[in-house]
């Protein structure tokens, strides 16, 4: 298992940027497909991006591509989510997530170790 705790979360602004990020702890880090994920209320928990390892392939949901980034530092151990041009619809709990077999998926049920979530809120 690897331990996972976000952090940059906040209030903010439509239209304006947060950085979340995920400090990695307990085991090799950069083997791992690492994602982040969020949740609104009253609402499944749904896939918002992930990078492997090497950080050469990246994917995103349609709903934040061309708005959000997401980037790792192996020697720090970090994950991160550079997110811009916020909208409400961007509120949620993020969570960041390690696939320790590197599977490359969207699916919630792929990832193996979670995070405890950061609040992300997007005020109109």
């Known amino acids: 298992q690897v331990q996972l705790v976000e952090s940059g979360g906040g209030l903010v602004q439509a239209g304006g940027s947060l950085r979340l990020s995920c400090a990695a702890s307990g085991r090799t880090f950069s083997g791992y497909v690492m994602a982040w994920f969020r949740q609104a209320p009253g609402r499944e928990r749904e896939f918002v991006a992930w990078?492997?390892?090497?950080?050469?392939?990246?994917s995103y949901a349609e709903s934040v591509k061309g708005r959000f980034t997401i980037s790792r530092d192996n020697a720090k151990n970090m994950v991160y989510l550079q997110m811009d041009s916020l909208k409400p619809e961007d509120t949620g709990v993020y969570y960041c997530a390690a696939d320790l077999s590197s599977r490359l998926s969207t699916s919630s049920a792929t990832y193996d170790s979670w995070g405890q979530g950061t609040q992300v809120t997007v005020s109109s």
């Open positions: 990078i492997s390892w090497s950080a050469g392939v990246k």
